[in-house]
């Protein structure tokens, strides 16, 4: 499995960014895309995932805020992330998880996700 985040950058308080996760080498058929975030000094924290049946779960940080997809072809996993905040600033991170998304995905935490991308730095300034 491969991934490869782009999309981050800097942006104000309030804007809207958003990363995409180039994926490949895992089954169409069963799996869990998430995306994931670390700021400096704390744990990687999970903000949403999508299964092979387009069942997405968030957050409840982010779940007014960000959405995530996957293009048709899920080659491309996206994060669309509005009304950004500075504390949204972040390492943000995709991952892969081989069977379908967990119900309690966010308590569980990263453990199921054996496969993640390098990351792509988000600041948001205030």
């Known amino acids: 499995v491969h991934l490869r985040e782009s999309g981050g950058g800097s942006v104000q308080a309030g804007g809207s960014l958003r990363l995409s996760c180039a994926a490949s080498g895992y089954t169409r058929s069963r799996f869990c895309l998430g995306w994931w975030r670390q700021a400096p000094g704390k744990e990687r924290e999970g903000l949403a995932t999508?299964?092979?049946?387009?069942?997405?779960k968030y957050a409840d940080s982010v779940k007014d805020r960000f959405t995530i997809s996957i293009d048709s072809t899920m080659n491309t996993l996206f994060l669309q992330m509005d009304k950004l905040k500075p504390e949204d600033t972040a390492k943000y991170y995709c991952a892969h998880d081989a069977n379908k998304c967990l119900p309690n995905w966010y308590e569980i935490g990263l453990l199921p996700f054996s496969w993640w991308g390098p990351g792509t730095e988000v600041t948001v300034s205030s």
């Open positions: 999508i299964d092979m049946d387009g069942v997405t």
